[in-house]
Nanobody, 125 residues
Framework: QVQLVESGGRLVQAGGSLRLSCAAS????????MAWFRQAPGKAREFVAG????????YYADSVKGRFTISGDNAENTVFLQMNSLKPEDTAVYSC??????????????????WGQGTQVTVSS
């Protein structure tokens, strides 16, 4: 079992930055590919960014590429999402997730078996 707790979401103006954290407990997250997803009101959950189980590769949705950076700290068992140049359309609940441990990476939410409760990010124009 893996427990995930996100933090760092808040209200920010367009053009600003935020860093989200996802603290993992139960088992070391280095055994799992990790990702951030988001869900805006009335919209489906969408993939934002992922980091492979080995930690040596990262991948992003086109909508955030060049603005967001995912990283992991094995010592702290924490995954981060640095978000720069935020836009109003980035407003959503952001959740981190850990994938099926047999996968090295995935864009698909159905491959992720552990989820945090989410943290709200609101970007004002």
């Amino acid at each position: 079992q893996v427990q995930l707790v996100e933090s760092g979401g808040r209200l920010v103006q367009a053009g600003g930055s935020l860093r989200l954290s996802c603290a993992a407990s139960g088992r070391t997250f280095s055994n799992y590919a990790m990702a951030w997803f988001r869900q805006a009101p009335g919209k489906a959950r969408e993939f934002v960014a992922g980091i492979s189980k080995s930690g040596d590769s990262t991948y992003y949705a086109d909508s955030v590429k060049g603005r967001f950076t995912i990283s992991g700290d094995n010592a702290e068992n924490t995954v981060f999402l640095q978000m720069n140049s935020l836009k109003p359309e980035d407003t959503a609940v952001y959740s981190c997730a850990a994938a099926n441990r047999y996968l090295s990476s995935s864009y698909y939410s159905s491959d992720y078996i552990y989820w945090g409760q989410g943290t709200q990010v609101t970007v004002s124009s």
